[in-house]
């Protein structure tokens, strides 16, 4: 009835050394699986969790501090000529997990996977004083393709915020909104993947942060993070030209389910005959993936324009982002949707025992066939993408059913979040810079 909370997805990237001149030859792209932090088959699978009523206020306070640091973000980055400012990475918001490969011989590495981020870096020896990880820690000096980037290459130019140490070696230091810091050298390695498909592929030359010291929130599953966002440094655009700038992934709604799918290159085209497009505006930082929205309608109570203030930043006014679980709207905006939900669901209304969300339903008496309406978010170029009853509406307890829409108390970001993006199939064309969404079964995709 009511869809399962996607709190954290897990991806995993199984990899070996292989031939990425398969691809780089116009043979195709290739695929990666997808598994939900909850399934069975994830490393953080908990039996015992509870995870309607605990992981959903834990979902909402990630969602609304991504938000928060997303908005410090894009503030920071209109200074970032005369001013410091921090990373745009968030190691509060733990979102996914990605296994690959590291180094020659290859070394398996677990990551924090994140696409409002950038920079892939991992704890590397010597690494006394750093946040305690369940992995081993990855040795540069066992990989006979361990390079160190040096301060004059244009990648350590693209760091927010890097030094020059001894050996003219490029150092980083970031520092996040929480008072984590990490701190390391800008290096190159080869990076492996194996895909669905069951041919490997292996990048080379890949440009990550070898980091030697680090304190603050960080999770001890992970032994770094990877970058999916859209600045130079990420690895969507590190493959570049060799994947044609393009990535696609489906969420399902179903957190018991196996796998779904993460698709680069020729796999990542998305069509179909419900297939819609809008373009990916850009934006600063460079970092997130803006898009314009013009309205919302829900059912037939007509629609909500956008409140004018979410469009006065002039670079898009949401950010499509698979890391933040809630979508999160300006109090406005939200207000009057939630008063035409009100109105179109027949149902009393009654207060969130979770004190997560605004509006919430007694589906006590409906036995099991409550019925609520569609939602439509209409983006630029006319792409209207239909969210049906398990993209919008959420199971808060027992009996209780909540419009899984928050605001962003007055922060002044929007976020299309990843309960919403369930069971469509969505690809990012960086090159067109166009995002296309198709309803899709994303269990059997």
């Excluded at 979410?310 to 933040?324: E, M, P, R, Y």
């Amino acid at each position: 009835m009511a869809a399962y909370i996607n709190s954290i997805v897990v991806l995993l990237l199984f990899s070996v050394a292989a031939l990425l001149p398969l691809i780089a030859s116009g043979q195709g792209g290739f695929t990666v699986d997808l598994i939900h932090r909850d399934s069975p088959q994830s490393p953080l699978y908990d039996p015992t969790s509870t995870l309607r009523l605990a992981s959903l206020r834990a979902a909402a306070a990630r969602s609304r501090e991504r938000a928060i640091y997303f908005g410090r973000a894009m503030r920071n980055a209109t200074l970032a000529a005369s001013d410091n400012f921090y990373s745009t990475v968030s190691p509060n918001d733990f979102e996914y997990l990605m296994s690959f490969y590291l180094g020659t011989p290859p070394t398996e590495v677990l990551a924090i996977a994140d696409t409002g981020s950038d920079l892939i870096w991992v704890q590397c020896k010597p690494c006394d004083q750093c946040y305690t990880q369940t992995a081993p820690l990855f040795d540069p000096q066992a990989s006979s393709t361990y390079k160190v980037v040096s301060c004059s290459a244009q990648t350590c130019s693209a760091l927010p915020q890097s030094s020059c140490a001894s050996g003219s070696q490029c150092e980083y230091n970031y520092g996040y909104g929480d008072g984590s810091l990490v701190d390391g050298f800008l290096s190159s390695e080869t990076v492996g993947f194996h895909s669905t498909s069951g041919r490997p592929v292996q990048i080379p030359s890949t440009v990550f942060g070898c980091t030697h010291q680090s304190k603050g929130t960080f999770n001890k599953n992970g032994a770094g993070l990877v970058g999916l966002g859209g600045g130079q440094l990420s690895l969507v655009r590190q493959l570049g030209s060799v994947i044609s700038n393009r990535f696609s992934y489906c969420l399902p709604s179903d957190q018991s389910s196996t796998t779904s799918k993460l698709n680069f290159g020729s796999n990542a085209v998305v069509t179909g005959s419900d297939a819609v497009t809008t373009p990916l505006i850009s934006g600063s930082p460079d970092t997130f993936y803006y898009l314009n929205l013009e309205k919302i309608s829900v059912g037939g109570q007509g629609s909500v324009a956008l409140n004018p203030a979410a469009l006065a930043n002039g670079q898009g006014n949401i950010i499509i982002d698979s890391g933040t679980t809630l979508t999160i709207l300006d109090d406005n905006t939200l207000q009057s949707v939630s008063k035409k939900v009100a109105t179109s669901v027949g149902l009393p209304q009654v207060s969130d025992p979770n004190k997560v969300f605004d509006l919430c339903f007694d589906v006590s008496g409906a036995g099991g066939n409550a019925k609520f309406p569609d939602i439509t978010f209409h983006f630029s170029g006319d792409a209207s993408v239909v969210l049906q009853q398990s993209n919008a509406f959420v199971e808060s307890a027992k009996n209780t059913v909540c419009l899984a829409f928050v605001s962003n108390k007055g922060n002044g970001v929007s976020i299309f979040g990843n309960i919403a993006q369930q069971n469509f199939h969505i690809g990012y064309d960086l090159g067109a810079m166009q995002l296309t969404f198709a309803p899709t079964d994303c269990s059997n995709h």
